[in-house]
């Protein structure tokens, strides 16, 4: 390693095996109350339905599951422990307070169905997160109840097409720029719409010639995300809404990349119609993993109407209520409200902050961004010289020469202590470098970051093998993905005796 | 790498062997190296049509799927099993490793194909850029 | 702002270092007719205490310390603590998904066992790491039905949850894909001969739930002949999983969509949950959501990696078996804690536990109530029928801080006043016999109910 700076990073040599290798009959981590009721015969009150033996389920004790996990966790990076420059991602600092006001037992522990008239907390809950996020969106009106930005774009999209429905023409297709997160194209399939490819162009940004040749009435949509996934600004907006309104078609966009608008510019205010917001990007709830995560769907008045029932309405004696009666609704995408733990932290992040928070912490993300731009430029290639935003995207081209490709770069990041940047994505630059700070990275981090890819890159050029052979220090490395492919082992099974 | 001559081929990378009425129908070796390690092939049913042009499956590595076409049209007669238990066939030997067998529907069709020179030509070509 | 790492120094430095005069330059690219001059009207900034004195006013609003009587989807258990002690870690909670498996193995091995632990207990081969919830997962399963056979049609039971039924609804309009309804019988189970009659050979799959939304457990073998018979598939919803401790897990079916709340995750008005699909081995390359699987590195050492990654959104793009991307993968977690701290012995337990405590409570109020499917073998759901309005009842019982069971008349008007109570391992007797009590004040006293001003007030 060119540099000795070592970051905090934490891989546990130790061999934690599977809690099934620990299990042994009589071991138990549990203890219920007595029985106050009278106890029941099971196969009396079950029959044939009754069963009988739980298998292979395990058996330890309390102390050997706090081991188990505690240990599993020792092998995982997080951003508790330091950057992650993860592309459209936002991985930002996750406060705790989110995560004791969401245990507080009314909201913890409230049932969905249970009456109105003792859910009016987490009603005004719902009902102030909706108004915050109308107001920082720029758009009439919102719904909490998709639980993830895929599921988000599903609901757009079926907003879309109920609206173009009432019009009398249902229309037949989306457009989708090239450099389009792959969940754009999946989901305008699940809803029926054929997928109609939208080019950039040399600036990375939407054609808005073969925009205005590709418009036409059979189009439902447009799907942008704003910036797009270069971390540029669409800068001519106003005339992509207006080619996509002239002939009658919507504007939505993808919102995963809000963390660059919030408190600078509504969505709203340039044109778009239907966005779905990530609470899990650019709220704080933390990504846990893999999820969960919350998609809130923002309109404009005329898609009102159609939004997934229920909607929570203020009722003439000035109380919070759920009005199910909405003839024009697409129907539900959910069992009962959305994701609302994920409310109540989102709305704890932005009580923290304030319009002066909100803007400032914009204001850092994108001079984060840029930053890191300004300290990579000329040591990887930009393939795009238009102004970033919050997120900078680099090509491995100038490594490339020497073999080396940006999953090998990422890998030996990991060496220097950084989880890996985006690699191989947006789909429009071969050999992507796709990074987002976030404004949760300090400069010193973000020097350190700087310094270590200088060094990567160093050593592309002097010894080419220590990076093609990437992570050195990790517990494990280079995992047979093939063998897990061709071959899937998906659950554990007792060794054959 | 020589392509087989008695072998015509597509742009997409098919291979397809025309014996009298009946054709064999897999990938070049220039497609299973670009693939990388394939870990699954979706060959169609026997007896379902394919259409010339058009896709009749797919194969998988681990980060990529990429569709079949139909060198020809015809008839699926014979499904290579091995490929289910075995994918890495394809990239240990693409031109053996066959993937389904048709009946001809028009063997007219082979005339607008590739010859082996001109598919080699083609493969240089694409790599050059 | 407290959570932004930087001095005002900082930034000046960096500002330096780009070669730009003031932050506002960076901003440039967005046209100035669109630039916000104002501050957003959002609440002032507060401080950590304020924002929690906010909550905490809410959670008073929200009926804290209330005993409740529901179920209908969503359960009350016990959340054993080690639960938030070990998913509070920082390395699970803000972790990102495990695409690096080289600095994800933690998330890896536990998905891994949660997988493992959904086989054991649903009698199926393969599970996934997760999906939203019950309800999208009971939808996703009947696509990937439909995708299997090859037949755009599906059965539902009427059954099934009145809202899982609503999003299958929303997903199969939009694939122009027709369902057919079929109505339950006198004992609360799916009407066999009118499900014979809704089956065909354009039927993709059946789709059931077991226990079902009125507490009674089908005859899933029975239902499964049925289905296959004609070529179609057999859907098994599971919307309270405590159940699988001590009802034989449906063997016979060929995907369980399952919803994993009761596994330690909080009611938390309705979310986040847990949805979970599992299936047959030969079925696995249709399933949607998450894999990890079993492999080793180039040392030979064991270690996971997400598998089969071309079923999904970022390869397959618009030919992907779902567009699901971001899952429940920390309240997955949450299951998986749950299911290993109780395990073999305890989850069989705790199941008892329930069944005794809502056998009592249906015993003891069916003195005074119709308990309307009698005699029809239950998990901890059942539903009895009152002479007065259910919702009158609860208005009653609330006055006593207790959460009546849910009426049925907005889902099933034609059970005229009922509703469905729900008893956990939490339930006491003492909240049992008193609201027993209450519900039997009423039933000598119809005329009340109608004179009662109150009773709009907790419709649903």
Redesign the interface.
């Known amino acids: 390693m060119k540099h000795a700076t070592r970051k905090a990073t934490r891989h546990v040599n130790q061999n934690e095996g599977l809690i099934f290798e620990k299990s042994s009959p009589g071991k138990s981590a549990w203890r219920l109350p007595p029985l106050d009721v009278p106890e029941v015969d099971a196969s009396q009150l079950l029959g044939a339905a009754e069963r009988k033996d739980l298998g292979n389920m395990p058996e330890v004790s309390e102390i050997e599951i706090i081991r188990h996990f505690t240990r599993l966790s020792t092998w995982n990076y997080a951003i508790d422990l330091g950057m992650y420059p993860l592309g459209s991602c936002t991985m930002k600092y996750n406060p705790r307070v989110n995560e004791v006001v969401s245990r507080l037992d009314g909201i913890a522990n409230g049932h969905p169905y249970q009456p109105e008239k003792i859910s009016q907390g987490a009603m005004r809950i719902i009902r102030t997160l909706s108004d915050c996020l109308i107001e920082i969106t720029g758009m009439d009106a919102i719904t909490l109840q998709p639980a993830a930005g895929a599921h988000g774009e599903l609901t757009g999209l079926l907003l879309i097409r109920a609206y173009h429905q009432s019009t009398g023409n249902p229309r037949k297709k989306i457009l989708i720029p090239d450099s389009a997160h792959g969940t754009n194209p999946a989901t305008a399939a699940t809803v029926g719409y054929a997928v109609e490819n939208l080019k950039s162009d040399a600036r990375g940004m939407v054609d808005i010639t073969a925009l205005a040749a590709q418009m036409n009435e059979d189009v439902a949509a447009l799907m942008l995300t704003n910036p797009n996934t270069l971390g540029v600004f669409e800068q001519e907006i106003a005339r992509i809404a207006e080619i996509v309104h002239s002939k009658g078609g919507l504007l939505y966009m993808d919102g995963a990349n809000m963390n660059a608008l919030v408190g600078k510019v509504r969505p709203g205010d340039f044109g778009v119609d239907v966005m779905h917001l990530n609470l899990h990007k650019t709220f704080s709830t933390p990504h846990g993993g893999g999820g969960p995560g919350s998609g809130p769907v923002a309109v404009k008045k005329m898609l009102e109407p159609f939004l997934p029932t229920p909607i929570l309405i203020t009722k003439p004696d000035g109380t919070l209520g759920f009005e199910y009666n909405r003839p024009q609704s697409v129907g539900r995408v959910r069992a009962f409200y959305g994701n609302f733990g994920m409310f109540v932290r989102a709305l704890a992040y932005i009580m923290a902050n304030g319009p002066d928070g909100l803007r400032q912490t914009t204001e850092d993300a994108v001079l984060n961004a840029n930053y890191i731009r300004k300290g990579l430029e000329g040591t990887y290639e930009l393939p795009y010289s238009t102004p970033s935003m919050h997120e900078v995207v680099f090509s491995d081209k100038l490594q490339a020469r020497k073999g080396v490709k940006t999953m090998d770069l990422a890998k030996r990041l990991i060496d220097y202590g950084f989880h890996p940047y985006t690699t191989a994505f947006p789909l429009i630059v071969p050999g992507a470098l796709m990074i987002e700070p976030t404004e949760s990275e300090s400069k010193e981090e973000m020097d350190l970051f700087i310094k270590a890819m200088r060094s990567i890159a160093e050593e592309v050029e002097e010894d080419p093998k220590l990076v093609l052979d990437a992570p050195h220090s990790t517990r494990v490395s280079r995992l047979d993905?093939?063998a897990a492919?061709?071959k899937p082992v998906l659950r554990w099974k007792p060794a054959a005796s | 790498m020589s392509y087989p001559t008695d072998f015509k081929y597509t742009k997409e990378h098919e291979w397809i062997k025309a014996d009298g009425k009946s054709a064999t129908i897999g990938i070049t070796h220039h497609a299973q190296e670009s693939l990388g390690?394939i870990?699954?092939v979706?060959l169609p049913k026997v007896g379902s049509e394919i259409s010339s042009g058009k896709s009749f499956g797919s194969v998988?590595?681990?980060?990529?799927?990429s569709d079949l076409y139909a060198p020809a049209s015809g008839a699926v007669t014979e499904v290579n099993g091995e490929l289910a238990t075995a994918?890495?066939k394809i990239n240990q030997d693409a031109h053996g490793a066959w993937m389904v067998k048709i009946a001809l529907k028009d063997p007219g069709e082979l005339n607008s194909l590739l010859s082996a020179s001109d598919y080699e030509k083609f493969v240089a070509e694409e790599t050059g850029h | 702002m407290r959570y932004l790492p930087k001095s005002p120094a900082d930034r000046e430095a960096m500002l330096k270092a780009i070669g730009a005069r003031s932050v506002d330059d960076l901003f440039a690219p967005i046209p100035a007719e669109y630039r916000l001059s104002r501050d957003l009207k959002v609440p002032r900034q507060m401080a950590e205490s304020e924002i929690v004195d906010w909550f905490r006013e809410r959670s008073r609003e929200n009926g804290d310390g209330y005993t409740t009587f529901l179920g209908a989807g969503a359960y009350y258990h016990y959340r054993p603590v080690i639960i938030d002690s070990l998913i509070s870690r920082g390395e699970f909670l803000t972790a990102y998904t495990p695409y690096q498996a080289e600095i994800s193995q933690g998330t890896l091995q536990s998905i891994f066992e949660f997988q493992s632990m959904i086989c054991e207990l649903t009698g199926m081969d393969v599970a996934n790491a997760s999906m939203y919830d019950g309800s999208t997962a009971a939808a996703e399963a009947v696509m990937m039905a439909v995708r299997l056979t090859g037949r755009r049609s599906a059965v539902i039971a009427r059954s099934v949850h009145p809202e899982y039924r609503e999003v299958l609804e929303t997903y199969a309009h939009n694939q122009g894909l027709p369902l057919t309804v079929v109505p339950f019988g006198g004992d609360g189970g799916v009407d066999l001969k009118a499900l014979e009659k809704s089956v065909s050979q354009q039927t993709a799959c059946v789709l059931i739930q077991s226990p079902n939304f009125l507490g009674a457990l089908e005859d899933v073998t029975a239902i499964a002949d049925l289905a296959h018979r004609n070529g179609a598939l057999l859907v098994v919803s599971i919307a309270e999983a405590v159940s699988l401790g001590i009802v034989e897990p449906p063997r016979a079916a060929d995907i369980v969509a399952m919803e994993a709340q009761s596994f330690g995750v909080p009611l938390g008005f309705g979310g986040p949950y847990c949805g979970v699909i599992a299936t047959r081995e030969q079925y696995v390359?249709q399933m949607p959501g998450r894999l990890v699987g079993q492999t080793t590195d180039r040392s030979g050492k064991r270690g996971f990696v997400l598998t089969l990654?071309?079923r999904e959104q970022h390869?397959?793009r618009e030919?992907a078996t779902s567009n699901i991307c971001t899952n429940q993968a920390l309240v997955a977690l949450m299951a998986n804690i749950f299911m290993t701290i109780y395990g073999k012995i305890g989850l069989r337990e705790l199941a008892k536990h329930n069944l005794a405590k809502s056998a009592y409570a249906a015993q003891q109020f069916s003195r005074h109530a119709k308990l309307t499917f009698p005699g029809h073998p239950r998990f901890n759901e059942f539903v009895i029928q009152t002479s007065e309005d259910p919702y009158a009842i609860n208005s009653r019982l609330l006055g006593h801080k207790i959460v009546g069971g849910l009426p049925l008349k907005k889902f099933y008007p034609e059970l005229g006043h009922a509703s469905v109570w729900c008893c956990t391992e939490l339930t006491t007797r003492t909240a049992i016999d008193t609201a027993v009590g209450l519900v039997a004040q009423s039933e000598g006293s119809v005329k009340s109910a109608h004179e009662e001003a109150d009773v709009q007030e907790v419709a649903q």
């Open positions: 993905e093939t492919a061709r | 390690d870990v699954f979706d998988e590595s681990v980060k990529a799927v994918p890495e | 390359r990654a071309t390869i397959r030919k």
